[in-house]
């Protein structure tokens, strides 16, 4: 009987995954919406303030701010880098990490240096054992409620690199949240800021009084809204977390309960086993007596 | 009574919607008061109040630690600044966000990450389950 009860503990250490899995994937259900509402909570700001940024900028039509220059010769390209504090998300972060290499080694052949800033524990262990990158600012620990607060550091890093010229290029990569079952990684330019397309219904018959002027609202407000893109993808980098885990960790439950319904088999058929050799033995002790 | 719409907004979440006979504010220029019809306007708020005067007399407050503010004749917006905005303060944070770079390449060579830990952790379970089956298998 001794294979039947190791089968039996067997059973029972995958049952006891099977709940931590089970567990995972409800707590990542529910954080799922939590950190959709999350981000249809930053939208009215970020719709709000390119809206600002485009009276601004048709107000200001002699004044070209850094932020919109694209620069002749790129040197030196920083990479804003978004990734999960913790692991157990399928392929989340190596798909990501897999195309941001990807777009580095195309710019690296371009001439370019590289600087990354990470923002989430993971990518910072990935990328700071890459040779020929450097990882100039980190952030971690986010949480649950990101908050503009958490990354005004790192943008403040990589704003000065680029205002200095030690940056004259940013990318930013994260993880597109389209719905629960697909996530996309995304590596997109973020400075300089890419032409809007709609300029041409910005010109209205009023404008605005600015106070102080509009040069200097202008200098304020595209930090501002910089920061509001990045923020908006360290959200849709979250919720991208949440049902990246979710999913994974269903299929580890379907996964445990195949196991199980492998081992209920085996185990009936080493019960059965023992059954029968014990009559055959008890027959063939008969016989000799 | 004539009203204004007005909304507060942060970049983390809309903070109120609503009409307002007067919005109060402290402006980057100085005190605002803005009543319906005001000429369209854009300004830098320092941090303090942002008050709303309600059609029934009672009053809403608001703190913001800056932002801006955009008058329309009818519509009031104000884009918030949650955190704290300065010059100093954003230096002290690129400066511990440098820190922690520094700090995870340190970890490098010193103590191991969990995940590396846990994999070894694993390896030797399993070395040591071959190697239990191994003694079994001698011992019958």
């Known amino acids: ?289 | 009574m004539n009203t204004i719409k007005c909304d507060i907004v942060s970049a983390e979440k809309s903070i109120y919607s609503g009409e307002a006979t007067m919005v109060f504010a402290t402006g980057q220029m100085g005190e605002l008061g803005i009543a319906p019809r005001h000429a369209p306007l854009l300004t830098k708020l320092a941090p303090g109040q942002v008050r709303l005067q309600q059609a029934d007399g009672e009053e809403l407050d608001f703190y913001v630690s800056g932002g801006l503010l955009e008058v329309q004749p009818h519509l009031v917006t104000v884009l918030a600044d949650t955190a704290e905005r300065a010059e100093d303060l954003d230096e002290a944070a690129a400066i511990h966000a440098k820190e922690e770079a520094e700090r995870a390449l340190a970890d490098r060579a010193g103590e191991h990450d969990i995940a590396e830990a846990q994999a070894q952790l694993v390896q030797a379970q399993a070395q040591l389950q071959a190697l239990a089956r191994l003694r079994k298998k001698i011992s019958r």
């Open chain 1, 1 to 289: 009987m001794s294979g039947a009860r190791e089968i039996v503990s067997k059973i029972r250490s995958v049952k006891n995954t099977r709940k931590v899995t089970k567990a995972l994937e409800m707590v990542s259900a529910s954080k799922i919406k939590k950190s959709q509402e999350l981000m249809s909570a930053s939208r009215p700001y970020a719709r709000m303030i390119k809206q600002v940024i485009g009276h601004l900028s048709a107000a200001t039509p002699e004044y070209t701010h850094p932020f919109t220059v694209t620069r002749d010769e790129i040197k030196s390209v920083g990479y804003v880098v978004v990734s999960t504090d913790r692991g157990l998300c399928g392929g989340l972060n190596t798909n990501l990490f897999r195309m941001v290499l990807a777009d580095m080694s195309t710019q690296i052949e371009a001439g370019a240096s590289i600087k990354v800033v990470t923002i989430g524990r993971k990518a910072s262990q990935y990328f700071r054992n890459i040779s020929g990158i450097e990882v100039v600012a980190h952030t971690a620990n986010i949480g649950e409620k990101p908050q503009i607060a958490d990354l005004i550091g790192v943008m403040k890093t990589v704003f000065d690199a680029y205002h200095n010229g030690e940056l004259d290029r940013l990318q930013l990569a994260y993880n597109d949240f389209i719905n629960t079952m697909a996530q996309q990684a995304l590596v997109s330019q973020l400075l300089p800021l890419p032409e809007a397309e709609d300029s041409d219904q910005l010109l209205q018959h009023w404008d605005y009084i600015y106070e102080p002027e509009a040069r200097e609202l202008l200098d304020e407000v595209l930090t501002r809204y910089v920061e509001s893109l990045v923020y908006q993808a360290v959200l849709e980098n979250l919720a991208s977390e949440h049902a990246a885990r979710m999913v994974a960790m269903k299929s580890a439950s379907d996964n445990a309960s195949d196991l199980i319904d492998d081992l209920n088999l085996a185990y009936n058929k080493a019960r059965q086993a023992a059954i029968t050799q014990e009559i055959s033995e008890i027959v063939g002790g008969a016989a000799a007596v």
